[in-house]
T-cell receptor, first 112, second 113 residues
Framework: EAQVTQNPRYLITVTGKKLTVTCSQN?????MSWYRQDPGLGLRQIYY???????DKGDVPEGYKVSRKEKRNFPLILESPSPNQTSLYFC???????????FGPGTRLTVT | GQNIDQPTEMTATEGAIVQINCTYQTSGFNGLFWYQQHAGEAPTFLSY????GLEEKGRFSSFLSRSKGYSYLLLKELQMKDSASYLCAVRLYSGAGSYQLTFGKGTKLSVIP
């Protein structure tokens, strides 16, 4: 089954404790992206990757890092999480792009 | 900066037609998407317009006017399951073969009997 998977689905952590949210797709898509979704602000792009080893900042990249060492994986790293990074995070992929994007199920992160 | 506007909420009656508008002021415009998002779920792709005109897909149609910076999503024969948020998103060319995607804040549609 074609899909985008994210782990973990839910995470509660404390300020400053490094964490990684994994994202993997099995569709051989070139384009991958991370978004955060907050009430009243909508979906905002954090980082995106046009292909392996190519990453670019989106609209809200501060406090996040990404890497794209292989085509299928695009992890999101929070080196020192802060409460303002509490949000719902979505990973997405598309053939090239962004074109028709397939979204993962989301990761709900709470930073206390 | 980039700006994408759409109404926050709309209500429509089952069986009716509803039009959700989206206006944008952006640089590097390279296409417009509509996504549907049910509460508690991930967005799913509905439509894509890159040239002016109407794209029809079943009960859903999307229109684009690049000169006006305007798009709309038309939903016909509304069903209760169409109650969801509808997200307008603009693809922007960032240079060096790179494309970014910026979303509007979404329109929450409630379909009532």
């Amino acid at each position: 089954e074609a899909q985008v998977t994210q782990n973990p689905r839910y995470l509660i952590t404390v300020t400053g404790k490094k964490l990684t949210v994994t994202c993997s797709q099995n569709m051989n898509h070139e384009y991958m992206s991370w978004y955060r979704q907050d009430p009243g602000l909508g979906l905002r792009q954090i980082y995106y990757s046009m292909n392996v080893e190519v990453t670019d900042k989106g609209d809200v990249p501060e406090g996040y890092k990404v890497s794209r060492k292989e085509k299928r994986n695009f992890p999101l790293i929070l080196e020192s999480p802060s409460p303002n990074q509490t949000s719902l995070y979505f990973c997405a992929s598309s053939v090239a792009g962004p074109y028709e994007q397939y979204f993962g199920p989301g990761t709900r992160l709470t930073v206390t | 900066g980039q700006n994408i506007d759409q109404p926050t909420e709309m209500t429509a009656t089952e069986g009716a037609i509803v039009q959700i508008n989206c206006t944008y002021q952006t640089s590097g415009f390279n296409g417009l998407f509509w996504y549907q998002q049910h509460a508690g779920e991930a967005p799913t792709f509905l439509s894509y317009n890159v040239l002016d005109g109407l794209e029809e897909k079943g009960r859903f149609s999307s229109f684009l006017s690049r000169s006006k910076g305007y798009s709309y999503l038309l939903l016909k024969e509304l069903q209760m399951k169409d109650s969801a948020s509808y997200l307008c998103a603009v693809r922007l060319y960032s240079g060096a073969g790179s494309y970014q995607l910026t979303f509007g804040k979404g329109t929450k549609l409630s379909v009532i009997p």
